[in-house]
């Protein structure tokens, strides 16, 4: 009976207030993550200046008074708390022990406003979806006086599906200001996320006050400014090269933090990296190295790490817990992450003290020492009523007993870990590496390599159908990692994180049943313009329109199908001197050319063009779809479009995971084309790809030749390349020109770098060999 009245009532209400509501279907609402559970009623709640909060119980008055300084800032008008229900036009928080943690129920009618939870995360999650059902508005500080919002009537039953949903912030690298920090923690709150982990140590920078070990801030906490090269460009460091950038957070900023992420439903996971990633400590503790080297903090990449913290010295461990107990007296967290990853332990091998620490240990060899460092820390941190956290490099000689593992190296140390009973956190980075690119390299801000755009996010799930029920148990959910090596302002770091967390939130929040790609891109214009409030740089790489092509051999020609990655986008585009604006033609169905043409395409959303414009040129050269032997095989790893691809017409984007790309480990490449009958040509070119961060790296010489039969070969031209340390991703047309003539085999000789200058192994990477 109350529903029936309530839906009148709501209805009722709805007639007289027509304007004001343009919710119709439950398609017209954005909630992002999608609630579990969602019912539309008819007609609305208007907020007004009179608009009472009936906050009485724990944590209520608190999340009250969060949604009431989001009204105060968009509107100048002070919302009221009061202990007791009026008649009408009120918000009431109402404690029900029977929902589960983090779980709400929202109750909109004409007249009120409820939300029960059993206690802070639900009311807070409760708020949080009023706040995305409210107009973007709220989030301005635009002082507009007039209120009148109205949210539609409805009721949510909402739950997450995973307890871990987080982000990780790289603040080593990258020094985020306190204030960027805060205004994170809102923004994960928006999207129900629950956990923030810093990375508050690595080799470049150590972030964190410690009272004990002030050194590790005055001198770990700075490096020599090179903050205008690229992270792989950077120079090696003298130890009196003054250090001026960086920064770190003082013991009172912590405090703020946590607590302010408290407020916000959010615990902060401090990381201490040990026993690599942490030469910033080194440089101002040189005595916790295996031989007290004094070395500076470095400014940009350094690999291998072999500058780590030393097992065999007992006032290693000393200061760590020394470290550790400033850190847990911090962070009110149930886990500390302790780091764990890429140690190199060629000085573990070498030092006295490490094998006198092994023998007397009975350890066959450096990994079972650092898995001995890691329990003796797990043993210290788990005394103090606390849970040990590591990357999944923890796993290697032994896990301690009650280990967390972070599963970054694809999912399967996490399925490790999960078989042998612990708790598990996935944060794969084909999934979850927030610093690689979301978009076409080409149009994109520098990023790590790697791809990962919005769909891909929203595929993501922290549990695979390989696991037992067990196993699945164990997967406490999953987090995105901002690693911010290329990260150069908190811009940048916007762009990167939005809109990719909000399909991160909703894959660790909404049933998986519920998931739906096209229901999540349906939200997306609401989202933005709820960026827009927020005064945040996102990203519209997903709407940016890629062209795929496929070559047809019978008839010489290729089709294009151009898409972005939502499902139904106005796709418009223009051919070679074409313009390209909103009224160009709309593509409906794949484009088929059969001479060199450029393409222009673009989306068209609300009359504008949203996102970046597509432009490509498809060359018809004059070796396509002929016969093409290699000498050696290109990598069983990148095959790209096999005995095709280099005669595609279709070229390697910046992207080289696109499919585009052959490539070489080390050796180097002959590759033989047959035109199949003498023909006239006059030019040969290569293309290929430099991403020096990725190990991806130009060929230092070409050489092409020609022949009329296949046995006897002429050299027409060769190009010599001298290795250069380059930061960015760079793609590059080696060409060679030579006297027109007849011939019917062209054999290129590509030559490999082999071995980049810092060390480890070149990939030589080469697509489409255009003869003209
Ligand atoms: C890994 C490193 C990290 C680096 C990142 C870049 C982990 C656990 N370790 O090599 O320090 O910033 O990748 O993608 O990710």
């Not at 204030?179 to 690595?202: C, G, P, Q, S």
């Not at 080297?293 to 097992?311: F, H, N, Q, R």
């Not at 070559?551 to 499902?567: G, Q």
């Not at 010599?720 to 062209?746: C, H, P, S, T, W």
């Amino acid at each position: 009976l109350k529903i029936v009245i309530l839906v009148i009532g709501c209805s009722l209400f709805f007639a007289c207030n027509e304007k004001k509501q343009l919710i119709q279907s439950p398609r017209d609402i954005a909630i992002i993550p999608e609630p579990a559970q969602m019912v539309l009623g008819k007609g609305s709640f208007e907020f007004n200046s009179e608009t009472r909060f009936v906050a009485v119980g724990k944590g209520q008055k608190e999340v009250a008074t969060l949604l009431i300084e989001k009204f105060h800032s968009a509107t100048g008008i002070n919302l009221q708390i009061v202990e007791k229900e009026p008649a009408s036009n009120f918000i009431v928080f109402e404690e029900d022990k029977s929902l589960e943690n983090e779980a709400y129920r929202l109750k909109i009618s004409n007249n009120s406003v409820r939300i029960s939870a059993n206690g802070y995360s639900g009311f807070l999650y409760g708020f949080e979806s009023i706040r995305q059902l409210l107009p973007p508005q709220l989030e301005g500080n635009e002082n507009q006086q007039d209120i009148n919002w109205s949210i539609p009537c409805l009721e949510i039953n909402d739950h997450p599906r995973y307890s871990w949903r987080g982000l990780m912030l790289d603040v080593a690298r990258h020094f985020f200001k306190k204030e960027y920090i805060l205004k994170t923690i809102d923004r994960m709150a928006l999207f129900k996320l629950n956990t923030l982990h810093l990375h508050l140590v690595d080799d470049q920078g150590w972030r964190i006050e410690i009272k004990k070990y002030p050194k590790l801030t005055e001198i770990g906490g700075f490096r020599v400014d090179q903050e205008d090269k690229h992270w792989d460009a950077r120079t090696e460091n003298k130890l009196d090269d003054p250090a001026t950038y960086g920064g770190f957070y003082t013991q009172e900023d912590i405090k703020e933090i946590v607590a302010f992420a408290g407020k916000h439903g959010i615990t902060v996971v401090p990381e201490i990296e040990m026993p690599a990633h942490v030469m910033s400590a080194l440089a101002a503790y040189p005595e916790f190295s295996c031989f007290d080297e004094k070395i500076a903090v470095p400014s940009g990449g350094v690999w291998p790490i072999t500058d780590i913290y030393c097992p065999g010295k007992e006032e290693t461990f000393e200061f760590l817990q020394n470290v550790l107990l400033e850190v847990m007296d911090l962070f009110p967290s149930k886990y500390v992450h302790i780091g764990g990853d890429e140690a190199t332990r060629t000085n573990w091998e070498k030092d006295p003290k490490d094998q006198k620490r092994m023998k007397e240990e009975g350890l066959k060899n450096t990994a079972e020492l650092q898995s001995y460092f890691i329990k003796r820390i797990e043993r210290f941190i788990s005394s103090h009523g606390r849970i040990l956290l590591g990357w999944d490099e923890i796993l290697e000689g032994g896990l301690p007993p009650g280990a967390t593992v972070m599963s970054w190296r694809g999912i399967q140390g996490g399925w490790e870990a999960s078989e042998q009973g612990h708790d598990v956190v996935m944060t794969p980075g084909d999934w979850t590496y927030f610093n690689q690119y979301q978009g076409d390299p080409d149009y994109e801000p520098i990023a790590f390599g790697g791809y990962v755009p919005l769909s891909k996010v929203y595929s993501f799930d922290p549990v695979v159908d390989s696991m037992s029920v067990a196993q699945k148990k164990h997967i406490l959910g999953g987090q995105a990692n901002l690693w911010s090596e290329f990260i150069t302002d908190d811009k940048e770091s916007e762009y990167m994180l939005y809109p990719r967390l909000a399909a991160l939130s909703e894959v660790l929040w909404t049933p998986k049943n519920k998931l739906d790609w096209k229901r999540f891109s349906e939200k997306i214009p609401a989202l933005f313009k709820r960026f827009v409030a927020m005064g945040i740089t996102y990203s519209r790489s997903a709407y940016a329109v890629t062209a795929k092509s496929t070559l047809n051999m019978k008839n010489a020609t290729i089709s294009v199908v151009l898409s972005n990655e939502f499902t139904g986008s106005d796709i418009r585009y223009a051919l070679d001197d074409e313009k390209l604006d909103t009224s160009s033609k709309r593509y409906s169905a794949p484009i088929v050319l059969d001479h060199t043409t450029t393409i222009k395409a673009a989306v068209v959303e609300n009359g504008k063009i949203v996102g970046d414009t597509l432009k490509k040129t498809f060359n018809f050269h004059k070796a396509i779809g002929k016969p093409v032997a290699y000498d050696p095989m290109y990598s069983k790893l990148y095959q790209g479009e096999k005995e095709i691809n280099m005669v595609n017409i279709i070229r390697g984007s910046k992207n080289f995971h696109d499919g585009q790309w052959q490539a070489w480990l080390v050796k180097d490449a002959e590759i033989t084309i047959d035109l199949e009958k003498p023909i006239e040509i006059s030019s040969v070119a290569v293309g290929s790809m430099e991403n020096q961060g990725s190990g991806i790296y130009y060929p230092i010489q070409i050489e092409v030749a020609v022949s009329a039969d296949g046995k006897k070969y002429t050299k027409v031209g060769k190009i010599k390349r001298e290795f250069r340390n380059y930061g960015y991703v760079g793609l590059k047309d080696f060409n060679i020109d030579f006297e027109a003539q007849k011939v019917r085999f062209v054999r290129l000789d590509a030559k490999n770098l082999g071995h980049p200058p810092k060390g480890g192994d070149a990939w030589m990477f080469l697509d489409e060999i255009v003869v003209e």
